[in-house]
């Protein structure tokens, strides 16, 4: 006698269904198995794509950032340039000043009467001026009118470097 004769028919036909729920749970676990493994393929890929676009980006970033920086840094030096030029003119004009090798002197009206006690008026020596009359300035009041235009002179070239600093940090490469 055979097994199958021994298990009575709903016990046979309970345990074939059993037999076929398991091979169906099996072929499921197969075909999720491989649309997991698909789906974890599909997003290191996914990831991957998000990191190399990232990095370059970031790339594109720091190369912007060192252009900038090499733009300053030119910038820099060519308002230090002038800055230098400036005060070493302004000490050659001080030193010129100092030494009476030059003269400061402003024009004076031309409808202003002599002897009203404000500035004498000088003409050159040795010879006829034509032209506007004028006096010769205090040469300690020459060095003081120098010093204010060399702190001009400075404020002007410092306002330059930074504008030019703000026009170069906001204008969009």
Not at 106 to 120: M, R
Not at 126 to 132: E, R, S
Not at 146 to 164: E, F, K, M, P, Y
């Amino acid at each position: 006698m055979r097994l199958g004769e021994l298990i009575p028919a709903p016990y046979r036909l309970v345990a074939k269904g059993l037999v076929l729920v398991a091979v169906t749970w099996q072929v499921q676990d197969w075909r999720y198995g491989k649309q997991l493994a698909e789906q974890a393929r599909l997003h290191t890929e996914t990831l991957n794509q998000l990191n190399l676009a990232s990095a370059a980006q970031q790339r594109d970033e720091q190369d912007k950032r060192l252009v900038l920086e090499q733009h300053l840094a030119t910038s820099e030096q060519t308002h230090y340039r002038a800055l230098s030029d400036v005060q070493r003119d302004q000490g050659r004009l001080r030193d010129r000043l100092a030494t009476a090798d030059l003269r400061l002197s402003v024009l004076l009206e031309a409808t202003s009467g002599a002897g009203n006690g404000s500035v004498s008026a000088t003409t050159g020596s040795g010879g006829v001026v034509h032209g506007p009359t004028r006096a010769e300035l205090d040469p300690a009041h020459a060095q003081r009118i120098i010093s204010v235009t060399d702190d001009g002179d400075r404020g002007l070239i410092a306002l330059a470097a930074c504008q030019a600093y703000a026009k170069e940090v906001s204008t969009p490469k």
